[in-house]
């Protein structure tokens, strides 16, 4: 059974313009894939803690010299990269939280970037993602208006996240933004119609 792994990160439960988008997201996807499942995990309810100094030993210690307060340091991360490369499809809702990802999704990001798990290195020593064959798919729920202002050169979130899911192989990142949400009602209306367009049309070709 096709399964979607959702992401959510903003603490607010309820009023979240991220994860209402992720919500609208979501219900193309499993339009598009009849009898999919989506596995949720709420970065709000459940924090993923912090990498330790046996994680990082962990990540870099050979299966065969493994030991087990080793093993317990890097439960979590191989229970979160398990879970990623299970999903055939990835929905992470985020806000910009000073103008980059917030802690819950940067803590979530240290436990699933790993190397020779995600990201290693080809034969010819080249950096290369393992992640194959997947779509990220990523809503995004800004307070400011960034696009089409100067503010847009402080964007560290949407470039940061297409880049990293792009450098552990994902081979589709896109994005989706509603802006300006704590600022102008009517210039948040506008992004977050356009973006449910852009929803919509991408799930159209993809159905088509
Ligand atoms: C701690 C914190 C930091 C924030 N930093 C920014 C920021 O750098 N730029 C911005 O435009 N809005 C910022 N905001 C506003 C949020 O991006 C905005 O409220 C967004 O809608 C939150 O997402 P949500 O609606 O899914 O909870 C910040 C809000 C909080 C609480």
Redesign the pocket.
């Known amino acids: 059974m096709p399964t979607l792994l959702r992401i959510d990160?903003?603490?607010?439960a309820d009023?979240?313009?991220?994860?209402?988008l992720a919500d609208e997201l979501q219900a193309r996807w499993l339009d598009a894939h009849p009898g999919a499942q989506v596995q949720l995990r709420d970065l709000a309810k459940e924090p993923i803690g912090p990498i330790e100094n046996d994680t990082i030993v962990g990540y870099y210690t050979p299966e065969g010299d493994m030991t087990d307060p080793l093993r317990q340091a890097t439960a979590q991360s191989d229970m979160l990269i398990d879970e990623l490369l299970g999903a055939d499809a990835l929905l992470i809702?985020?806000?910009?939280?000073?103008?980059?990802v917030?802690a819950v999704l940067k803590a979530w990001i240290d436990q699933v970037v790993r190397i020779n798990r995600t990201f290693g290195f080809n034969e010819d020593g080249d950096l290369q993602g393992l992640v194959k064959g997947k779509t990220a798919y990523i809503t995004?729920?800004?307070?400011?208006q960034?696009t089409g202002t100067p503010?847009v050169a402080?964007d560290f979130l949407r470039p940061y996240l297409k880049s990293l899911f792009g450098f552990i192989g994902f081979e589709q990142v896109k994005i989706f933004s509603?802006?300006s949400?704590?600022?102008d009602e009517n210039q948040l209306a506008l992004s977050r119609e356009k973006s449910l367009a852009e929803i919509a049309d991408l799930f159209a070709k993809e159905v088509a």
């Open positions: 990160a903003s603490p607010r009023n979240s313009h991220s994860r209402s809702s985020t806000p910009m939280y000073n103008f980059s917030p995004t729920a800004i307070g400011a960034f503010l402080m509603v802006e949400t704590s600022m």
